[in-house]
């Protein structure tokens, strides 16, 4: 596939740089909104209506707006997209805005959404990152279902609200509460570490694989929350 | 007297039974990465608290004087998100030229939380439980306190899980997460107390 083409960039978004199981960005709201596929879902496509809406229109200002104010002005533009969406899901879909709750407006804070604009939007023409926001977001929507499912299954034995345990299984509750949520994401990173220190072995390229947002959760480039206001490495190293 | 009781309540409760980052998933980042060494987590935890409880005062003055009367609430998340990052800056250019001694115990940390989820979120949470401005920054306080207190019980266990031996996968932020999951449901233990 030729790159920055479409589907090059939905293959990017849905697999190869997964911006859940892959690059380990917009923890808060993979954590809070999975206590069930539905919402998993709901929150995810959510976001991805956002990310593809604000990557177009920052390609679209790419040469108006000023290097040195591009963050407040791409906050802006995500943060108007938020509320529509937000306005939208109130009006036509009030049981999801009620489940989601203040995470809807949390959207603006989502690292996934400020790094793609800073790292592909605001330096590509306009119809690649329409298709990379696309993409990031389907994955984002794929990864949070899963984990939601997972939970669901779990902690009541349906997905989808639909039996899938026999009757004999106890539902493990935990896993719809707040601690479960954690020990999935444990689990899960646990995995991606795994086949990571495999990868490398093998002499694969790993630099993608992130382990998730450090210190921000907005201010991040396209490896989780970058470092750049304070290397907290820095003081470790000063101390040694 | 009942608002006193009100207002103490809501410190207990937004504090420590529905803490910010163990059961709202708020602040996560922050959480996970500065919770290596307990005076660091301290200096985040104390950074927090002030710029949350300055936040959720400003952002709540502005909702009853500025978006209220001009009828243009559905504008509060742009709002709240620009004054908070500004508010941030403003803050952290004060205090270097009024207190340069708070400045270098805070300072370094400021610039983190300028859009640290949890701020916005308590701004958010405030408008959308109709709190008003006061029980509005007893709010804030409260979050932050709570997220001050999960840090540093956060980094004080990393600070002895650094000597075990861990299976490899499961080194960094597996082991994190795991021991968030257990503070977590240790703080569920706090729900009877309301």
Redesign the interface.
């Given at each position: 596939m030729t790159k920055n083409s479409a589907g090059e960039r939905l293959y990017n978004g849905l697999l190869k740089e997964n911006p859940t199981f892959v690059l380990m960005l917009g923890?808060?709201?993979t954590?809070?909104v999975t206590t069930s596929a539905i919402n998993g879902l709901g929150m995810g496509l959510t976001t991805a209506v956002v990310l593809a809406l604000s990557n177009l229109i920052i390609s679209l200002l790419r040469k108006v707006i000023p290097a040195k104010v591009r963050i407040?002005a791409f906050?802006?533009i995500i943060?108007?997209f938020?509320?529509v969406v937000?306005?939208l899901l109130q009006a036509y879909l009030p049981s999801l805005n009620d489940a989601l709750?203040?995470y809807i407006?949390?959207i603006?804070?989502n690292?996934i959404i400020l790094g793609r604009a800073e790292s592909y939007a605001y330096s590509n023409p306009p119809i690649p990152p329409l298709f990379d926001g696309i993409g990031m977001g389907l994955g984002f929507s794929v990864a949070l279902t899963c984990i939601g499912a997972v939970r669901e299954l779990l902690g009541t034995g349906k997905v989808f609200d639909m039996q899938v345990m026999p009757d004999s299984f106890t539902p493990i509750g935990?896993f719809v509460?707040?601690?479960?949520?954690?020990?999935v994401?444990?689990?899960l990173?646990?995995?991606q570490?795994?086949l990571k220190?495999k990868g490398a072995k093998k002499g694969k390229d790993t630099s993608k694989i992130g382990?998730?947002?450090?210190?921000?959760?907005?201010?991040c480039g396209e490896k989780g929350?970058a470092e750049r206001?304070?290397d907290?490495n820095a003081?470790?190293r000063k101390e040694d | 007297m009942n608002e006193m009781k009100d207002l103490l309540i809501l410190l207990i409760s937004s504090s420590l039974v529905s803490n910010v980052v163990l059961s709202q998933f708020l602040g996560l980042c922050p959480f996970l990465g500065v919770s290596k060494k307990t005076n660091t987590a301290a200096g985040m935890g104390a950074a927090v608290i002030f710029v949350i409880t300055l936040a959720s005062a400003v952002a709540g003055l502005m909702y009853k004087f500025i978006l209220v009367p001009l009828g243009i609430e559905y504008l509060q998340t742009i709002c709240f998100i620009l004054v908070i990052a500004a508010l941030v800056q403003f803050v952290e250019m004060f205090l270097r030229k009024v207190i340069p001694s708070l400045y270098e115990s805070l300072g370094v940390y400021l610039p983190l939380i300028t859009t640290n989820c949890a701020v916005l979120g308590v701004a958010l949470v405030n408008v959308q439980k109709e709190y008003g401005i006061i029980k509005g920054i007893v709010n804030g306080f409260a979050t932050s306190v709570g997220f001050t207190i999960a840090i540093i019980i956060l980094a004080g266990i990393r600070e002895k899980l650094e000597y075990n031996d861990i299976p490899e996968p499961f080194k960094g932020m597996p082991t994190v997460l795991l021991t968030a999951g257990l503070m977590a449901i240790a703080f569920c233990g706090f729900s009877g107390l309301l």
């Open positions: 923890m808060c709201p954590l809070a407040p906050i802006v943060a108007s938020v509320t937000q306005l709750g203040v407006p949390l603006v804070v690292c935990i509460l707040a601690p479960g949520a954690f020990f994401l444990a689990a990173t646990a995995i570490n795994y220190i382990s998730g947002c450090s210190h921000d959760c907005l201010n929350c206001f304070y907290a003081e470790e | -």
